[in-house]
């Protein structure tokens, strides 16, 4: 066994989440860092794999949110850095459906339809939303699809709440749009670029010591002094201060223990996220055989099965001449086609697309099937705040345990879910982290200047003042909010506020004591 390395902070994971909390550290001033990333390169759900000649996209594909109201960083690093992108919009599939006997809806009646039953579901989940038996009987699909439009629309409805992350209640056409990164370094460049700049030193060499692939943390043993990882292959991290970047997925599972286990608070919030798996299979042909023309680069199959193969994407924009299709499943789905056999898969997806283009299309030459959900690495595609998840069901995934933080596209309240969700959430992790390293560096320097006699007077208040003050002791927080809940505060909201108020004003009287003392 090595003997342990240390480190002042540890952040596990090296997808955008760890690499941009690492390299915000960084530019503060923050040197002692290492980066322990369990599979063998950088990126985690943002993936390149060779196939069919090309770079794709296994993971990550859209840079999403463009133009919107607040501007994507996502979209600004990737214009920074000369990415190849294209503008893609998936929501054109629904012009193009096509049933299981090859018939091509008219593009004016499935749209209309297809309008109709949004706006009448948001009318619905609107007029109802403070009535909670309201909001789980609209949860429901909204009919029982018989004809195949009926199909492809509930698919589409479904796919707004689990794979599009959106809930459908907040969906609002803000006139964003979506780019296809289509760049043979992979959207992963973007990663490599942000690496680059921690993984210089101040003098400006290459410090490539702050990074270790292959390393799986299994055991975190923790306590207000810092914080020790296990490693897999039997190694021991030790540091002041660890950001777990890890997906919900990996946490919701077994690969982590924590000693002292987390909070129930913490493990609690963690449970009642829900996972979402996004699978895009790759298929490789001969030759084209689907239209190509412009607004045909989605298309819907509608099959009885829900999710069945229906949506399907060429790579034309991105790729002219590459012959691949990619069709994308979603949870059961996802989970049910990575559990069979690849040639099962294939044979699968070619049923559906001979029931579309007839039995003259040609055998694929190859497929690709990514599988994130089997990968204990990742154990999702991405989280899904469910519709009735709280603020403070989102507070406590994110919240602090002692010296362990929490980052990840599932600790962004905005944009969970997106690449952008995970840059933002290493951002703001990181700075909560500075502050904390700060508060405890004014704390210990107090403690030094106190003589004794002083220190044991003050100890029992110090002790309050300090469980108070550090930003990470959310439990007090917590009960206080059970406490306005059994009083029968009005919402869980205001709960949390009117406890985050006390929480402060009870702050400011310990403070105002502490100076009288002085
Ligand atoms: C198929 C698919 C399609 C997607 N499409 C889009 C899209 O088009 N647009 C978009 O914006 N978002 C998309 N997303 C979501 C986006 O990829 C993620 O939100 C984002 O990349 C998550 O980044 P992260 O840093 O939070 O987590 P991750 O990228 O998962 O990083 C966590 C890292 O931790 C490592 N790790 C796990 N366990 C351990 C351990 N025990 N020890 C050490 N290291 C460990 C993992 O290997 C991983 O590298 C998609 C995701 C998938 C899977």
């Known amino acids: 066994m090595e003997s342990p390395s240390s480190s002042l902070v540890i952040i596990v994971g090296a997808g955008i989440s760890g690499i941009s909390a690492a390299k915000a550290l960084a530019e503060n001033g923050v040197e002692d860092l290492l980066i322990l990333e369990a599979a063998d390169r950088i990126g985690g759900r943002i993936r390149k794999e060779e196939f069919g000649g090309l770079n794709v996209e296994t993971g990550a594909g859209w840079i999403q949110g463009v133009g ?60 109802q939303e403070a009535n ?43 006139g964003e749009r979506e780019f296809l990164v289509a760049d043979e370094r992979g959207y992963e460049h973007l990663l490599y670029k942000m690496a680059e700049s921690f993984l210089r030193s101040s003098q400006g060499e290459i410090v490539d010591s702050r990074l270790k692939v292959n390393t799986v943390v299994r055991e975190v043993h923790y306590s207000r002094n810092g914080v020790s990882l296990k490693t897999e292959d039997h190694c021991v991290y030790n540091a002041k201060y660890v950001i777990l970047s890890v997906s919900v997925g990996v946490l919701q599972s077994e690969l982590i223990t924590f000693s002292p286990p987390l909070p129930k608070w913490k493990t609690e919030a963690i449970s009642k996220l829900d996972v979402i798996v996004y699978t895009k299979i790759f298929l490789k042909f001969p030759y084209k055989f689907w239209p190509c023309g412009p607004g045909t680069e989605f298309f819907l199959y509608a099959h009885e099965k829900r999710g069945y193969y229906t949506f399907w994407q060429h790579m034309e924009n991105a790729y002219p001449g590459s012959n691949i299709l ?65 603020q403070l069901d989102f507070r406590g995934v994110k919240a602090p345990v002692g010296p362990i933080f929490f980052t990840g596209e599932h600790t962004h309240e905005r944009f969970n879910g997106y690449v952008h969700g995970g840059y933002l959430s290493g951002i703001d992790t990181s700075k909560a982290l500075l502050e904390a390293m700060m508060m405890r560096e004014e704390d210990e320097n107090e403690e030094d200047e106190e003589d004794e006699e002083e220190e044991e007077e003050q100890e029992g208040s110090m002790k309050e003042r300090r469980g108070l003050e550090r930003p990470f002791l959310l439990e007090p927080l917590l009960a206080l909010t059970e406490t306005l809940t059994q009083q029968g505060a009005v919402s869980r909201l205001q709960k949390w506020d009117s ?20």
């Open 326 to 390: 990619v069709v994308t499943l979603t949870n059961e789905e996802s989970k049910r086609v990575e559990s069979q056999s690849e040639e099962e898969t294939l044979r699968e997806a070619m049923g559906a697309l001979r029931d579309m283009f007839g039995p003259q299309v040609p055998d694929a030459c190859d497929i690709l099937v990514p599988k994130w959900w089997n990968n204990r690495f990742q154990r999702c595609s991405y989280s899904n705040y469910p519709m009735l998840a709280s």
């Open 132 to 174: 909670l038996d309201g909001i789980s009987s609209i949860l429901e699909p909204p009919m029982v699809p018989k004809t195949p439009i009926e199909l492809a629309i509930d698919f589409i409805l479904h796919d707004f709440e689990m794979a599009e992350v959106e809930p459908i209640a907040t969906y609002t056409d803000l």
């Open 68 to 127: 919107g109201k607040e501007p994507n960083p996502v979209w600004e690093l990737a214009s920074k850095s000369g990415l190849r992108t294209c503008y893609s919009d998936y929501s054109n599939a629904r012009f193009n459906i096509y049933d299981q006997s090859g018939k091509i809806f008219p593009s004016a009646v499935a749209a209309d339809s297809y309008k109709r039953a949004v706006e009448s579901a948001i009318r619905e989940l609107r007029n």
């Open 499 to 518: 406890a985050r108020q006390l929480y402060f004003r009870g702050k400011l009287s310990i403070i105002q004591q502490q100076q009288a003392i002085k």
